[in-house]
Structures are given as structure tokens and as C-alpha cells.
């Protein structure tokens, strides 16, 4: 048990002077832009279909749309070195963006309590 933990906090302490977790500034962007996205279509698909699976699907499928062909974009113009660049990492992060912002509107969008009516006879 005591090798167990101490393993648990080498990983945790070395993890940060690990350079693989850096998350880029563009990267940051990509996912608030996957995420508006997402917030954007989900309040207009619910508000005109009031289905909450449409909405999360479309909302989903719209920030995954948006973040593949604006790196397809990319890909098909040079960059200032002269090459062609996907960023697999920016569609990702657009694309988690829009999960995310699907997934919280889903769950807290629409759930409002029904009144209860008393039957008066």
C-alpha cells in the first residue's frame, strides 16, 4: 500500500515539469470557439425543436464540423515556412469544446419542475 502511494505521488509531481501537458494558447481558442459553437446551436435548436437529443446532437455535430474543416482549411494553404499543417490537437479541441458545452446545456437546460395542479371537484 505504501508503494502504491508513493508511486501515485512520484507520477503527480513529475507530471508537471512534463512538457507533453502543455496546452498551446491556439488550443484555447479552438475549444472557446468549439464551445460558443456549441452554445449557439443548442439554444436554437432547442428553443424551436424542444428536443433535447436533436439539440445536443446537431450542437455537437456543428462544433465538430466547424473545427475539422477550419483545420482542412489550413491544411490546403501554406503556413509562413512554406508547408501545409493539420493540427489533429485543434480539431480535437474544438470538437471537445463543443462536447462539452452539449453536454452541460443538455443537462441543465429543460428541467424545470412541473407545477402540480390540485383537482378541485
Avoid: P
Amino acid at each position: 500500500m505504501k508503494f502504491t502511494t508513493a508511486t501515485v505521488i512520484v507520477c503527480f509531481l513529475s507530471s508537471n515539469v512534463s512538457f507533453g501537458q502543455l496546452i498551446s494558447a491556439d488550443d484555447k481558442l479552438h475549444l472557446a470557439a468549439g464551445a460558443i459553437i456549441s452554445a449557439t446551436t443548442y439554444s436554437i435548436v432547442y428553443r424551436t425543436t424542444k428536443n433535447k437529443k436533436k439539440a445536443f446532437w446537431y450542437s455537437l455535430g456543428t462544433s465538430v464540423f466547424a473545427g475539422v474543416s477550419k483545420e482542412l482549411y489550413d491544411s490546403l494553404r501554406k503556413d509562413k515556412e512554406g508547408y501545409y499543417y493539420w493540427d489533429t490537437g485543434e480539431a480535437i479541441a474544438s470538437s471537445l469544446g463543443g462536447f462539452t458545452m452539449s453536454t452541460t446545456l443538455c443537462l441543465f437546460v429543460g428541467n424545470k419542475k412541473q407545477k402540480k395542479t390540485a383537482l378541485v371537484h
